[in-house]
Every structure is written in C-alpha cells, then in structure tokens.
C-alpha cells in the first residue's frame, strides 16, 4: 500500500463510451499525475497537477479529460476512446513536485 | 532532462547480490538519481535515492562514483520475489522548471531463478 488508491482496477469500454478513472491519494500531497503505460513501452507521463493547477499537458489528445477538484483527488474522464488506448493508467503524487513519487496500482483499461 | 541507459535484462540466482549499473553522462549539478520497482501490472515503487557517494536502506544500496556520471543499484541476496523491472531515473527534485517531468526508460528486468 503506497497510500494512493485508484478505481476502477479493470475497465472494459467500448469507442462510444464515457467513462472516468478516479485516483485518491491519503498522503498529503500537493502534486498529482496521470502517466499511461502500454505493453512493452515506457511509461508516458500524460498530465501534471500542482496545487490543483494543471501544469503539464504532454501532447495528450482531447478524449482524455483530467480533472483535479482538490489536492488529494485526480479524475481521468474518457470518451471516444480508441482500442490503441487500451494499457495501463498509472497515478502518482508527490508532495510538491519532488522527484519521489508515489505510484498507485493503476487501471487496466481495455477499449473494444 | 538527463538519458539514463541500464541494460534491458539480467539474470540471477536466490542468494545472489544483483547489481544494476545505469549510466547518465548528461547529469546536471542540481540532478538526484532515483531507483523504481515495478512488478507486472503495478505501479512502480521508490527503491532509493541519492546525490553522491553511497546511500543504504532496508531494501538496497545505491553507488555514485564522483563524477555522478552513472550508478550502480546493488540488491542483497536476491529472492523470487525481486524479479520486476528496475528503473534508473535523473532529475531534480522539482524546484525548477522539471516539476514532476520524471523520463522512466524501458528500465531492467531483472529475472531471478531458483
């Protein structure tokens, strides 16, 4: 347990489909991230929060939506969704952007 | 941000010490190297941390020669349980422009075998 919590744990979604990814951390942090791990590649760092502001956006296509409404909840909001989307969804948080991060378990996300 | 390069795989045996060398020629002054664990379908986990010389946990020992131009993460007496994938990572701690930018590489696996 890392104290940071993600749910689901497995989704499966069609292309049409809206669905979230919520992300909870009980550490106290103040920075928040949504990283993306497909098979045999690295991880892809996609969104940054800091203090709830949104401060990093890398290149991520519009049908992921994140939301941060406070410092300990992350959402990843999903629509339209492809099937090379399908991988890994990994959140972290750190306590203000400090290179040590603490990962949570992650969402195993399959789009049909 | 400063490229890492650690070999893709190794090998080893319960009982053994595993060490894993990861070079980063472009270290920058204000740049601290931290070691990841990630197991199949989890999140990586914070190993160890460091600046320079040798840093010992529970868990590892970390060694950073003095020209910080690589680092050698040494595992004692590897069990089945240590197979996963070890990821050397370079970067600040967040004060600058970096905030939070961490670059993971395609990492080590490391397989150990009974």
């Known amino acids: 347990e890392t104290g940071v919590t993600q749910t689901p744990r497995h989704l499966v979604m069609g292309m049409t489909n809206k669905k979230s990814l919520k992300c909870e951390q009980h550490?106290?942090?103040?920075?928040m991230y949504w990283y993306k791990q497909s098979a045999k590649k690295p991880l892809e760092l996609m969104f940054v929060?800091?203090?709830?502001?949104?401060?990093e956006n890398n290149s991520v296509p519009s049908r992921f939506s994140p939301e941060c409404p406070n410092s300990s909840h992350l959402f990843l909001h999903l629509h339209t969704l492809q099937p090379e989307d399908s991988a890994l969804y990994l959140c972290?948080?750190?306590?203000?952007?400090?290179?040590?991060?603490?990962f949570g378990p992650g969402t195993r996300l399959t789009v049909l | 941000l400063a490229k890492t390069t650690q070999p893709i795989s190794m090998d080893s045996y319960e009982g053994q010490e595993v060490n894993i060398t990861c070079s980063h020629n472009n270290i920058a002054t204000n740049d601290y190297i931290t070691w990841y664990q990630q197991f199949p379908s989890q999140g990586p986990r914070f190993i160890i941390q460091?600046?320079?010389t040798k840093v010992t946990n529970e868990v590892a020992s970390l060694f950073i020669p003095a020209d910080r131009k690589s680092s050698t993460l040494s595992l004692p007496r590897v069990s089945l349980s240590d197979t996963a994938v070890y990821y050397c990572l370079v970067g600040d701690r967040g004060r600058g422009s970096t905030l939070g930018r961490l670059y993971f590489g395609r990492g080590t696996q490391l397989t150990v075998w009974p």
């Open positions: 972290a948080s750190s306590p203000s952007g400090a290179d040590t991060q603490y």
């Open positions: 550490l106290g942090h103040n920075a």
């Open positions: 929060y800091n203090f709830k502001e949104q401060t």
């Open positions: 460091g600046y320079k």
